[in-house]
């Protein structure tokens, strides 16, 4: 079980579990529009065994059961995220009632089990109509988006505890258009650029539409990872810096304080769109939270061999996670009193933490990974942190992207033959935590 206690976090602390839509509903019928991932993961080689995200967890069927699971567990909220082309299958334009229904019934469901709906608008499941359209690419996504953004509110917006645009736009961006790892799949710096800028554009104009629809409690999601040089040469040194560049600085100096790095903008040389620095008000639109995802910490060496982010990650000396990531819970804490200190005082929320493990309901690793991590946040919230909340990725077993379903992050197994769900040692160390019981359905 755990080292700590509920009463360490103070009783204004929430606790909760994370999904988002692609990765558990499947249920790609009544209406469902199709998504980038749709497409990405049906074309070979992109995700491993082929897997997709047809049926995943079922969850589209199966969300009363997984509900449960969070209220049993003792779970003060959930984490969820809204599929925009199940609400709108076109992607603009008329809205799909079953889908419409689907969610009214799931946040209904939440709140008659005491969970805080913890929504995310978007969890990188784009409707391809858009992406046929230029999709991130094109600067009108902005008008799509807070279009999307109000029907949501309008419709559910009075039943939701807090409400993100968008999941970690380093993975919109970078990782989806320079890396081509992720949906869609693009490997070009001037796509990568113009995403980074649009990403962001994004969920300012989105805030701006949902602030004069009244909305409240809006927030963006940012993924996080303690970037270290692999050795102490000024080389290195200076990679490691440009890696917190990408992937921590462009995100917390666009959004808090209006500008992006300039060592970043040097690497993206003329790729940027024309006159971004117009749109940086709207980019950092005053925001009510902020949500933190962290796994792990990456190391980093200067690789000459390379025009742009001459860079490459170099495998470190940690015990890591079956999806190969470094252990690294001082990261944590260092992340967050960092964006306390030297960015917002906003309330904090650990939106995302967990790990791989091995396929197995007994997981001691995840047990002391989730130990370590809340260890970092109890320690921040002593250094003065607003820290108000911390969500486990994930309630289940999921489709993990391009690794399929090979790499399981639940606190909950999940059987994929059979739907089977199976709480996991570590949701127990959660139960006991929260409910002070260890009560096995
Ligand atoms: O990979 C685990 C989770 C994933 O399932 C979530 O959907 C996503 O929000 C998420 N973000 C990270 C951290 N960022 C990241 C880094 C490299 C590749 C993919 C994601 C991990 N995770």
Known sequence: MFTHKRADFGQDFIFGAATASYQIEGGQTDGRGSSIWDTFSATPGNV????????????????????????????????????????????????NPKGIDFY??????????????FATLYHWDLPSALQDRGGWMNRDIAAWFADYA???????????????????PWCVAYLSHMLGIHAPGYRDI??????????????????????????????????????????????????????????????????????????????????????????????SAPLDWFGINYYSRSLWAHDPRRSAFPLRQVEGPLEKTAIGWEIYPQGLEDILTRISDDYTKLPLYVTENGMAEVEGTDDPRRVAYYD????????????????????????????????????????????????????KTSYRAFQTLLTGANNPR
């Open 104 to 117: 009214d019934r799931l946040i209904d469901g939440m709140l008659e089990r005491g969970l805080k709906p």
């Open 150 to 168: 109000v029907l949501v509110n309008s419709r559910f917006g009075d039943r939701l505890a807090a409400t993100a645009t968008i999941n970690e």
């Open 372 to 423: 370590a991590h809340l260890g970092s946040v109890l320690a921040a919230r002593q250094r003065g942190a607003d820290v108000r909340g911390y969500f486990g990725w994930s309630l289940l077993d999921n489709f993990e992207w391009a690794e399929g379903y090979d790499k399981r992050f639940g606190l909950v197994h999940v059987d994929y033959q059979t739907q089977k769900r199976t709480p």
């Open 48 to 95: 491993r065994d082929g897997d997709t995200g047809r049926v995943a967890c079922d969850h589209y069927n199966r969300w009363p059961e997984d509900l449960d699971l969070l209220a049993d567990g003792g779970f003060d909220a959930y984490r969820f995220s809204f599929a925009w082309p199940r609400l709108i299958p076109e992607g603009t334009g008329a809205a």
């Open 190 to 283: 001037r796509a990568a650029a113009r995403v980074s800028h649009n990403v962001l554009l994004t969920h300012g104009t989105a805030i701006a539409a949902l602030r004069a629809e009244g909305a409240k409690n809006l927030g963006i999601v940012c993924n996080f990872e303690s970037a270290q040089p692999a050795s102490d040469s000024p080389e290195d040194r200076e990679a490691g810096r440009l890696w917190d560049g990408v992937f921590n600085r462009w995100y917390l100096d666009g959004l808090f304080k209006g500008r992006y790095p300039d060592d970043v903008l040097a690497q993206f040389g003329p790729h940027m769109p024309q006159a971004y620095t117009d749109d940086m008000a709207v980019v």
